[in-house]
């Protein structure tokens, strides 16, 4: 039986992680075993970052959306409570960039709010 040499793949498995490793620092960028290394801890990096992000907007978004209800005389909790009791449903994405980027149309939305609110 012939033998198989491996040399061809070997190179293109090595080429591929060192590609992928272009830009990192030092000897992760050139030497095989290190980039590997690096690159393992790259990817799990990316895919815990990745849900982390998710998290992150929420909390910008509370933070908008709280900022821009205190200017109207409520703070967040009540202000989510009022948009539930009026039966107004917008997520917290498309709130906070009301709030940032169309004030009066908030200030709408905090005033029906605040009038479910007090009617209960």
Do not use: C
């Amino acid at each position: 039986m012939a033998r198989i040499k491996r040399s061809i793949n070997a190179k293109k498995k090595r080429r591929k992680v060192l590609d992928e490793a272009k830009g990192y620092w030092g000897l992760k960028s050139t030497n095989y075993r290190q980039a590997k290394e690096q690159l393992l801890k790259s990817h799990t990096y990316a895919y815990r970052d990745r849900r982390v992000r998710k998290r992150d907007f929420r909390k910008l978004w509370i933070t908008r959306i709280n900022a821009a209800a205190r200017l109207h005389g409520m703070n967040y909790n009540q202000f989510i409570h009022g948009l539930k009791q009026a039966d107004i449903d917008l997520n917290r994405k498309m709130l906070a960039d009301l709030a940032v980027k169309e004030p009066q149309v908030f200030a709408e939305i905090a005033g029906k709010a605040k009038a479910a609110l007090s009617a209960v």
